[in-house]
């Protein structure tokens, strides 16, 4: 089972979910999308969090209020740290989560500490995760197939801007070409190379009479 939350404090709203229980989340670890954003209590046990990002943005374009809200719902969902005052929340894109087969079920590294960011939550804020709670969905996902919709769809998007850039470089030769061949027959044209009736011998005019 996966919880979906609306975060609906900017608009467009954005997605949150998050497993039932660790087992959920390896499949949640596996089958992410590179647009989502993991979220966990920092060096204590809480659900993993994510935010599904649009595809233009990044982990920096998240708005403050939006991140408030993840973190908000991680504090919330994690036994210890629901009850702790100053607790540090850590997130990084889905790409940078690193799994090994020497892990526990739930047990998760990363690549690259440095794309690892973090923010601090000074206390559990009710009105905040009151709102979310109010809607959230139970949902029972095929993640597998949610994901290899999503990369045939990536797929197909990067196949058209490959025609789309072949269709440019095709015009753009012959745009270069129709340039070349008009350069070419301008310069026959120049006034030094082109004679008149009064440039011609006179004599030869009466050859004509």
């Known amino acids: 089972m996966v919880f979906y939350y609306i975060s609906d404090v900017v608009s467009p709203p954005y997605c949150i979910y998050m497993g039932l229980d ?3 989340n390896e499949g949640l670890i596996k089958f992410g999308f590179p647009e989502d954003v993991w979220f966990h209590v920092d060096k204590l046990s809480s659900a993993h ?3 599904r990002l649009p595809k233009h943005q990044t982990i920096d374009d998240i708005p403050a209020a939006v991140l408030e809200d993840c973190a908000q719902l991680v504090k919330a969902n994690s036994i210890q740290g629901c009850k702790m005052n ?3 929340i850590v997130y990084t894109p889905w790409a940078n989560l690193k799994k090994t087969g020497d892990m526990d079920v739930g047990q998760i590294g990363f690549h690259r500490g440095k794309d690892v960011k973090s923010i601090k939550v000074e ?3 009710n009105e905040i995760v009151n709102r979310l709670n109010r809607t959230k969905e139970e949902k029972f996902p095929d993640l597998r197939a949610e994901k290899e919709k999503r990369d045939q769809e990536e797929r197909k998007e990067s196949r058209r801007k490959v025609q789309e850039e072949r269709e440019k470089e095709k015009s753009a030769a012959v745009q270069r070409k129709e340039e070349a061949e ?3 027959y301008s310069s026959l044209m120049t006034s030094d190379k082109m004679t008149s009736n009064q440039d011609v011998d006179s004599d030869a ?5």
């Open 123 to 125: 206390k559990k804020k």
């Open 22 to 24: 660790k087992h959920e």
């Open 49 to 51: 969090v994510y935010l």
């Open 205 to 209: 005019s009466d050859d004509f009479m």
């Open 86 to 88: 100053n607790i540090n």
């Open 182 to 184: 008009l350069r070419s």
